[in-house]
């Protein structure tokens, strides 16, 4: 995995577990961890995520356009890996390398 | 967050990406989405109409209501009235000043319905998903579920029941709702709101479109909405349920769209293909 990805991965672990709060698990949150069947995400938390993705960075990472490809169903079985990449993908298109951020 | 009317709200807003269209003339309204009562919170239209309306150049405004998703849970004030007022100081706090496109999910279409009738020169259109302005027949049904709800989560192995049916996700939201329920006043206030005059919400003069589940109850509802509001669509989509907005999006943004774009006179970019 790519550093910038690492760094992301690290960044996307401490909002989900804000996010999660009292509800957050002590497992390791790998690019392979579901949001919905490991987490025990709602729909809910994932808009609250993607509240706390754009305070982070901002408008590069359109998240809403990304989500909007899923439905709610779908939404469920994202995993933690495709929002990572969806990231790093935007920040790179910004022309700034992720891991300056 | 942002605090008002004396809580904090949850709230989302989403930006259009570009410019507005070409062809457009006056100013795009802001469209805020209201979700329903009890089980719902925002996501039910994050994940539906938000970006559809972002990209169709709206500004758009997404919010928990009071006791529901993240906003404040106060143990009373969940009158009709209380919710309109939070909208109303939600659009104050956002500094949103012009016009409003209103779309509510189920009770959400209520409180759209109650905030036109007060405010009717700020509201550019509404849509409502299974839903009715707030009449006497309305609140009476919804006094009904209310109580149902109430009666049920309760109950021991209710929770155990839903989980198996539904999953542990459905689970925990019912576990919240029950929470809900049980910690404020919302099921006794909620279905004894004061109600605003007929005459106010007859008053109500820009494009509605009204949109039933042909398999829910709340259809039945469709010919005393346009009694009240000759200028009303009613779409009915067939065997589709009161989640109608979460089950068929697809088909709900389209007739959300079009009815902009004949209705309103607001044209949309046409869908972007990816």
Redesign the interface.
């Known amino acids: 995995m790519a550093a910038a990805q690492d760094s992301i991965l690290a960044d996307l672990t401490e909002m989900i577990n804000a996010v999660l709060g009292d509800f957050a698990t002590d497992q390791v949150i790998t690019m392979d961890t579901t949001f919905?069947d490991d987490l025990?995400?709602?729909?809910?938390d994932?808009?609250?995520l993607?509240?706390r993705l754009q305070a982070r960075y901002g408008?590069t990472v359109?998240f809403?356009?990304f989500?909007?490809?899923?439905?709610?169903e779908t939404?469920?079985e994202l995993r933690v890996g495709q929002l990572v990449e969806h990231i790093a993908n935007s920040l790179e298109g910004d022309g700034v390398p992720a891991g300056s951020r | 967050m942002v605090r008002a009317n004396g809580i904090e709200l949850?709230v989302?807003r989403?930006?259009p990406?570009g410019p507005a269209p070409v062809g457009r003339t006056g100013p795009t309204p802001t469209a805020v989405l209201i979700h329903g009562m009890a089980s719902d919170?925002?996501?039910?239209w994050?994940?539906?109409m938000?970006?559809?309306l972002?990209?169709a150049g709206f500004p758009t405004v997404?919010y928990?209501l009071r006791g529901h998703?993240?906003s404040d849970r106060p143990a009373t004030g969940y009158a009709l009235d209380d919710f309109v007022d939070d909208l109303a100081a939600l659009l104050v706090e956002l500094d949103v000043t012009g016009p409003l496109l209103l779309l509510g999910n189920s009770f959400g279409g209520t409180i759209a319905f109650g905030y036109a009738a007060r405010h009717p020169d700020r509201v550019a259109g509404i849509v409502a998903v299974e839903s009715s302005p707030p009449t006497p027949e309305w609140m009476s049904r919804v006094r009904m579920r209310l109580e149902r709800v109430a009666a049920r989560l309760p109950r021991e192995g209710a929770l155990a029941e839903i989980g198996a049916a539904r999953g542990?996700?459905a689970a925990?939201?019912a576990a919240d709702t029950g929470r809900m329920l049980a910690d404020t006043t919302l099921a006794a206030e909620l279905p004894a709101s004061r109600l605003p005059a007929r005459d106010a919400i007859a008053a109500i003069a820009c494009p509605v479109l009204c949109l039933y589940g042909g398999d829910s109850a709340v259809g039945e509802l469709a010919p005393a909405v346009r009694g009240l509001l000759p200028q009303t669509r009613v779409v009915v989509l067939p065997d589709q349920k009161h989640s109608v907005l979460?089950d068929r999006?697809d088909s709900v943004r389209r007739h959300v769209l079009a009815w902009l774009g004949e209705e309103c006179g607001i044209e949309v970019a046409p869908p972007v293909t990816?």
């Open positions: 919905r025990g995400m709602e729909s809910i994932v808009v609250s993607a509240g408008d359109n809403a356009h989500v909007a490809k899923l439905d709610l939404v469920g | 949850h989302q989403l930006d990406a919170t925002m996501a039910s994050y994940f539906t938000a970006e559809p972002s990209r997404l928990d998703g993240r542990r996700i925990r939201r979460i999006p990816t």
